[in-house]
């Protein structure tokens, strides 16, 4: 016999968690052409992609910084639940100033944070992704440190993606794990790497404890290194 | 059970297997057990740790063990303070844990392969205590006070907490007095947490614990079983968690048809 299930139970999410996910992205000049809009497309999948999925568009809260023109760091799009993002547009000028970027996405984190916990609500560990073409041209080397420092005392974790020229060897100074942590883009896979994003931030924002994520593999955009 | 009728409290379990489990071909590994023993009941519900690979394992263990000793210990538990009960838990707690060791050290692997969650209470007509090392949550409600809780111990992260394999177990062993006998106490595992608690952290979520209540204590103890796995399977709990979900509820035979509207 097959017992239906009690009728008139609500079953809803009284859960309040988030997943705080930071995109620090290089919109400076050498980005021109194909490369941003090739970002700017991998933005608006991640913004469908986590839009569809029910638990990701509730937990997922997004924070998008770009850097370039004058030596600046931007916010593009304030913190927000992933249901209410909205890709923005990102053009591609000016220098590179990574460090200065970076420290603003720290900055910011740590805020979110204190205003998650003021709020009564969870949150998983904020994850940082790390996007560049080119060399730093700001001092990076202390925000470099700020930010290694951070992943060592597991106040967040750093994905360093390179694209193109970008050097891996600086990149890899932004991550406790160094260079071993910066995955390469293949071409202009931004779409594959959106994907991977989105998906590893499904399987993120519903881990539990004793849960190690099982996080997609990233073959589909990332340079294997031989 | 035909016996269930005459015992002090009405118990329904059920654990279910979320649907990452599922997807993974993984078992659940959520664990729930209870005993009753001269006008106490005992209940433990254990979550395996996801990434343990014995967990569900040592999810059951524990349950079964902690139970089932306890009612070894009535004596001891009868007019405990808090000192007393810790001691007699902290001992409870640290035999299964040895024949977890025992069992790693036969099978060649380690206690933290089968790494899980304890919450459980033991009560009788005059109350008792809720006991609790991890995450999940312990209710007791009354009718004229307001509820006990013991509430998950994280890390800064929701999703990091403390096991019971952890070398640490002992400090993090929380107990919570209930003052009487309770009209509702339900344990959980985290999967069942998010639609069992409300969104104000003062209780039991009414819409949900309401109709399953009424719905439990009108049935026979197999239908109600039944409809409880039925209800923790349902596919909107999919949309709210991908966890193993477990729910324990017990009330108190003579206020079985209390509850019931008329």
């Known amino acids: ?226 | 059970m035909s016996g269930q009728q005459q015992l002090p409290w009405q118990v329904v379990a059920a654990a279910v297997i979320g649907t990452s489990h599922v997807a993974a071909n993984q078992p659940c590994q959520d664990a729930v057990a209870w005993q009753q023993h001269d006008g106490w009941l005992f209940a433990a519900v254990c979550d395996g740790a996801g990434s343990a690979a014995h967990s569900h394992i040592g999810a059951q263990h524990m349950a079964e063990g902690v139970t089932s000793a306890l009612t070894a210990c009535v004596a001891a538990l009868a007019d405990a303070d808090q000192a007393q009960a810790s001691a007699v838990l902290q001992q409870v707690i640290g035999q299964q844990r040895q024949q977890l060791q025992a069992l790693a050290k036969r099978d060649n692997t380690a206690i933290n392969d089968y790494a899980c969650t304890l919450v459980g209470a033991y009560i009788n007509a005059d109350g008792g205590w809720l006991f609790h090392i991890g995450d999940g949550v312990a209710v007791a409600e009354f009718a004229d006070a307001p509820a006990c809780i013991s509430w998950p111990e994280n890390g800064e992260y929701a999703n990091e907490t403390v096991f019971v394999s952890s070398e640490q177990w002992s400090k993090h062993l929380r107990l919570t007095r209930v003052p009487a006998a309770p009209t509702v106490l339900a344990l959980m595992s985290d999967g069942a947490e998010s639609f069992a608690m409300g969104k104000q952290r003062s209780g039991l979520f009414r819409p949900f614990i309401d109709p399953v209540l009424r719905y439990l204590q009108g049935v026979d103890h197999s239908t109600a079983t039944q409809a409880l796995a039925a209800t923790l399977a349902d596919p909107r709990t999919g949309h709210i968690t991908s966890d193993d979900k477990t729910l324990l509820l017990a009330w108190p035979t003579a206020h079985a048809g209390g509850n019931t509207p008329a």
Not at chain 1, 153 to 167: H, L, Q, T, Y
Not at chain 1, 187 to 211: C, H, I, K, Y
Request: charged content about 20%; hydrophobic content about 45%; glycine content about 6%.
């Open chain 1, 1 to 226: 016999m097959n017992t239906p299930a009690i009728p008139d139970v609500a079953l809803i999410d009284n859960t309040e968690q988030r997943t705080p996910l930071v995109l620090v992205l290089d919109c400076s000049g050498s980005m021109s052409g194909a490369p941003i809009n090739q970002l700017n497309e991998g933005l608006k999948l991640l913004e469908s992609e986590l839009k569809a999925d029910v638990i990701a568009s509730k937990r997922v809260r997004v924070l998008v910084i770009s850097y370039g023109g004058m030596d600046a760091g931007k916010i593009e799009s304030d913190w927000c639940d992933a249901m209410d993002f909205k890709a923005p547009r990102l053009w591609a000028s000016g220098t590179t100033p990574m460090g200065h970027a970076v420290q603003m996405a720290l900055d910011e984190i740590e805020q979110e944070k204190a205003a998650l916990r003021h709020a009564g609500i969870t949150y998983t560990r904020p994850w940082l992704f790390l996007m560049s073409d080119g060399m730093p041209t700001d001092e990076w080397q202390q925000a470099a440190a700020e930010c290694r420092q951070a992943e060592t005392d597991n106040k967040v974790a750093v994905f360093p993606i390179a694209v193109a020229e970008a050097d891996t060897q600086v990149m890899g100074q932004f991550s406790r794990n160094g260079q071993r942590a910066v995955k390469s883009l293949q071409g202009l896979q931004f779409r594959e790497l959106f994907l991977w994003l989105s998906a590893s931030m499904q399987v993120v924002s519903q881990s539990v404890p004793g849960g190690q994520a099982q996080l997609p593999a990233t073959d589909s955009w990332a340079v294997v290194p031989v």
